[in-house]
């Protein structure tokens, strides 16, 4: 079955940090680019982070750069992306999601657009809040 399975979430402390996994069965990793969404109560889905298979390079929307860490685990069929520092404004679901198969293992160009990412996991909740 080919699938995207997103998990790590839960309720954090102002501040705090959390590890989010992504992964993926049915498929092989190291054939795309991954990107990670978020979505708040209320509001549209936004781009977080992506990552390109082909050559480890990454991006970060302007809210997460130098807090939010994307990574890949090719081995292990899998990306995560570390938040440290984390804010309410934080709060969401966080979605991992692969790109329409033109742009293969590398990120479409920035910024994160939704439209351009065509295959998502079932999203993890994230909560910040004291």
């Known amino acids: 079955q080919v699938q995207l399975v997103e998990s790590g979430g839960g309720l954090v402390q102002p501040g705090g940090s959390l590890r989010l996994s992504c992964v993926a069965s049915?498929?092989?990793?190291?054939?795309?680019?991954i990107g990670w969404f978020r979505q708040a109560p209320g509001k549209d889905r936004e781009g977080v982070s992506c990552i390109s298979s082909s050559d480890g390079t990454t991006y970060y929307t302007d809210s997460v750069k130098g807090r939010f860490t994307v990574s890949i685990n090719n081995a292990k069929n899998t990306t995560s992306l570390r938040m440290n520092s984390l804010k309410p404004e934080d709060t969401g679901v966080y979605y991992c999601?692969?790109?329409?198969?033109?742009?293969?293992?590398?990120?479409?160009?920035?910024?994160?657009?939704?439209?351009?990412?065509?295959?998502w996991g079932q999203g993890t909740q994230v909560t910040v809040s004291s």
């Open positions: 999601a692969v790109p329409v198969a033109t742009f293969g293992a590398s990120c479409p160009e920035a910024p994160i657009k939704e439209y351009e990412y065509d295959f």
């Open positions: 049915g498929f092989t990793l190291d054939d795309y680019a």
